[in-house]
């Protein structure tokens, strides 16, 4: 592990100007590429915000914003009176990846416009929302059938003949190229459409890898609590699963052995699921280290980034993947509805070759229509403009959910993982019931799903999982309501 040391009068240059590349983003590139190359170490003070925005002349709101972001992200934390120091831990091996890999490409990170539109009416399609509070659900009222039948259209009118029976076996090259410029700009990652492969969703993808990777009895490190679904997964493939627990700062391996014969880790990132958690920084480090010390591969499923409501979406932790051990999982199941069935897989040259394989072996299972049509959405600015409009609705039905309870039962339960995706974790207060609430709610038509269905080892107080996304407004707040008179 590095030392740290006092080094507030480290220069930091600002990486050149890029065209598209923010004067923010490239403030926060500075600095975050400083930590992780090991200019900045461990408790190293940084310069204030006065002297940056002076030395690299950019407002010094501007520069606060990017310290804020860094302090979210576990990279630096900030105290009155002492500044803002170091706090990201990064592995000599780690360090040396860097050093070996580094190649001097501008990194290509972007910040988004956006434009701005309009929810739809909410209660035109009341049919198809789901059941108050059902968690991991996309809401099927923000893309109108008709809006994703006209990008289907265009992408049929303009089909040639040959995409109708040769497309790629990883998929049409037209998406992967889409896919590829949006990670680019808004997850961090630098790839290419080559290095894409198309599937019908991260399940599919994680099922891929799994028997890509796996032998029977092979050990696999998931995170406790975690996504029962891809538990399951790993099951089916023979693995012994190895349960990791959850703390503030995202999984914690030090309770998984290094002589353990463990060849893949699961992670979410971004949003654990459930709890919510940011990794932090540290234990991303920790992580790609604990893979490499293993020869382990770890699959970071990114199922919902894109929604984050108070800051930008985090840079994946594919985007520090120096040494090649990350598996990254992404999908449009969640951003646009769920029986779409679009995903992919980045997946680090070695193993992109064995799922590739395998593909050709078992056939490939999403259509060139759907996969024209999402490339069609994507290359206009109809799909970021859905995104935007998604995040903006999701951030006002949880907030509906939130402002009622705290009106209705204030004192009567505790909330954490609110900042992100479609769901947030409600803690009872000691002397509540879950099973009679469980009961209770489902007379009322509500489903309440208790965390504890998401634990294997670990021992949680009781809590559920609250799915706010598939809701109208108005199914928000009334729901809301019966919830609150529950907790009363
Ligand atoms: C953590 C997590 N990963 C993956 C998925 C499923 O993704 P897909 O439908 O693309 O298989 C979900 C679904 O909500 C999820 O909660």
């Not at 050149?16 to 170490?41: C, F, H, M, S, W």
């Not at 056939?363 to 229509?369: C, D, E, F």
């Not at 402002?403 to 004192?411: H, N, R, Y």
Request: aromatic share 6%; net charge neutral; glycine share 6%.
């Amino acid at each position: 592990m590095s030392k740290g040391k006092f080094s507030s009068g480290v220069d930091l240059p600002l990486p050149v100007n890029a065209p598209g590349v923010t004067k923010q983003e490239r403030a926060y590139q500075a600095i975050r590429d400083a930590i992780l190359n090991g200019l900045l170490q461990a408790s190293d003070r940084l310069p204030s915000t006065r002297v940056l925005s002076q030395r690299w002349g950019i407002a010094r709101g501007t520069v606060e914003s990017v310290f804020e972001r860094l302090q979210l992200e576990g990279y630096i934390t900030r105290k009155v009176g002492s500044g803002s120091l170091v706090s990201a831990v990064i592995p000599d091996s780690y360090l040396k990846a860097v050093t070996d890999t580094r190649t001097g490409e501008p990194d290509r990170n972007e910040s988004v416009e956006i434009e701005e539109t309009p929810v739809r009416q909410e209660g035109r399609y009341r049919a198809q929302v789901g059941v108050p509070f059902v968690a991991r659900l996309a809401s099927p009222l923000l893309i109108a059938p008709a809006e994703w039948a006209a990008h289907l259209q265009r992408a049929m009118a303009a089909m040639k003949p040959e995409q109708m029976c040769d497309v790629e076996p990883q998929g049409a090259w037209v998406l992967r190229d889409q896919i590829a410029q949006y990670l680019r700009k808004h997850r961090g990652i630098d790839c290419r459409a080559e290095q894409l492969l198309i599937t019908n969703g991260i399940r599919h993808s994680i099922d891929l890898v799994a028997r890509c990777v796996l032998k029977p009895g092979d050990d696999v490190c998931v995170e406790d609590p975690g996504y029962p679904a891809v538990h399951r997964i790993f099951e089916k493939a023979g693995a012994n699963l190895l349960y990791a627990p959850i703390d503030n700062e995202g999984i914690d391996l030090h309770g998984i052995s290094d002589s353990a014969e463990c060849r893949l880790a699961y992670v979410t990132p971004a949003h654990q699921s459930p709890l919510g958690v940011i990794m932090s920084a540290t234990r991303r480090l920790e992580l790609l280290d604990w893979a490499q010390r293993q020869n382990a591969w770890i699959i970071e499923d990114d199922y919902d980034s894109e929604f984050n409501y108070q800051s930008a979406p985090l840079p994946a932790l594919k985007s520090i993947d120096s040494m090649k051990r990350v598996v990254y999982c992404g999908s449009f199941n969640q951003a646009l509805f769920s029986n779409l069935r679009l995903g992919y897989i980045l997946a680090p040259p070695e193993l992109h070759h064995r799922i590739l394989a395998l593909w050709h072996t078992i056939g490939r299972s999403v259509g060139v229509s759907e996969q024209l049509g999402l490339a069609e959405f994507m290359r206009g600015p109809a799909f970021l403009r859905h995104l935007r409009r998604s995040r903006q609705e999701y951030q006002t039905l949880r907030d509906i959910v939130l402002d009622t309870l705290m009106a209705e039962a204030p004192g009567r339960y505790r909330i954490s993982g609110e900042h992100a995706g479609f769901h947030l974790i409600l803690w009872l207060s000691p002397d509540q019931d879950e099973d009679a609430l469980v009961r209770e709610a489902e007379r009322l038509g509500l489903m309440l799903q208790p965390l504890r269905n998401s634990c294997r080892e670990i021992d949680l107080p009781p809590a559920f999982v609250l799915g706010f996304a598939a809701l109208t407004r108005a199914q928000a707040r009334n729901s809301a309501r019966q919830l609150a008179r529950l907790l009363h």
